[in-house]
């Protein structure tokens, strides 16, 4: 089957990135939310993003035209039964996306592939709550999706070699650069990353180093472009949380207990960049 409608479901910080890319590359989008506003959101800034690419001319005008009339905003679920391809990136909750990957299994077309954009959650587990398993697949992209070059496919214990060379495909069409992992918990950006960064808050918490003292040994000492606290406040503290707690669990090794001061920020509502607190102040 040729891909050439593509859905995505959700359209927050991810879902709208993706939904740029397809359409950038040239396919149909169809972008699937809950709310009109948050619509009327991604629209927003997918459209800035794109003038921001054709300012720097790493597009062309009548490219950021095209790619902006490849993308129907729709409410309605039903349209999503029109897609050849479709990835989620609603909110990194089990229980949203365990109804979703219901709801869209219904919903497609049974020789549909469809993909989640989840950090953290078992392919394998979404996949088995569908009548096509070996269809289902991680497709991780990165943030700032238009900009970051890798994306994480993820395979399912049920993946075929056909889903995953067709979702490669795709990766590359997208001018990303996909790189295979295997189904385990944070697959490998988050197991690797998210110790890194609550190694980092303890050792804040410990008075060890001030954030800032944290972040410039990472970045005069290990290039890093951002220190891992910076890095943390920019993904959300939440979200990091969230993560740590997805690593506990599935790993059942102590070294994955969350940072007691990423907990408590957590409670005050210091969620980094995006509530306009956390390791800094926005
Ligand atoms: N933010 C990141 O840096 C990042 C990076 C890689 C992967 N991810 C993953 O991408 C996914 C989305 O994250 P995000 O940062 O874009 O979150 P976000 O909160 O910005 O956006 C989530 C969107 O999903 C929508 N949504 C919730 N329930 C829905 C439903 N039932 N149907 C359709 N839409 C629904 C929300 O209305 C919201 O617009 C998560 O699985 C997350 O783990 C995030």
């Known amino acids: 089957m040729q891909i050439k409608q593509v859905g995505v479901v959700g359209a927050g910080t991810m879902g709208n990135g993706i939904a740029h890319v397809f359409a950038r590359a040239g396919y149909a989008v169809t972008l699937y939310d ?83 954009n989840t950090s953290s959650i078992s392919i394998t587990k979404l996949a088995a709550l569908t009548r096509r398993p070996s269809q289902i697949i991680g497709m991780h992209f990165f943030n700032p999706v238009p900009v970051m070059k890798l994306v994480e496919i993820i395979r399912g214990l049920a993946t075929t070699q056909a889903t995953f060379d067709t979702v490669r495909d795709l990766a590359v069409a997208l001018d990303k650069n996909p790189v295979e992992v295997n189904d385990a918990p944070g697959f490998v950006s988050n197991r690797v990353l998210m110790p890194l960064l609550n190694e980092a808050m303890y050792a804040v918490m410990e008075g060890v180093a001030t954030p800032a003292a944290v ?10 472009p951002m220190g891992p606290l910076t890095l943390a406040d920019f993904i959300g503290l939440d979200v990091c949380l969230d993560i740590m707690r997805v690593l506990q669990a599935g790993m059942g090794d102590p070294k994955y207990r969350p940072c007691p001061l990423l907990i408590k920020m957590v409670d005050a509502g210091w969620l980094g960049r995006k509530s306009g607190r956390g390791f800094y102040l926005y």
């Open 215 to 224: 972040d410039e040994v990472f970045k005069l000492g290990m290039a890093h």
């Open 34 to 116: 809950v709310e009109q506003r948050f619509l009327d959101r991604a629209l927003d800034v997918i459209a800035k993003n794109l003038a921001r690419e054709s300012a720097k001319a790493k597009i062309t005008t009548a490219q950021e035209a095209a790619a902006l009339k490849n993308i129907t905003p729709v409410l309605d679920w039903a349209r999503l039964g029109e897609c050849d391809f479709i990835v989620e990136a609603a909110t990194e909750k089990i229980e949203i996306k365990s109804e979703l990957f219901r709801d869209l299994d219904r919903i497609a077309r049974p020789d549909v592939i469809l993909a989640s």
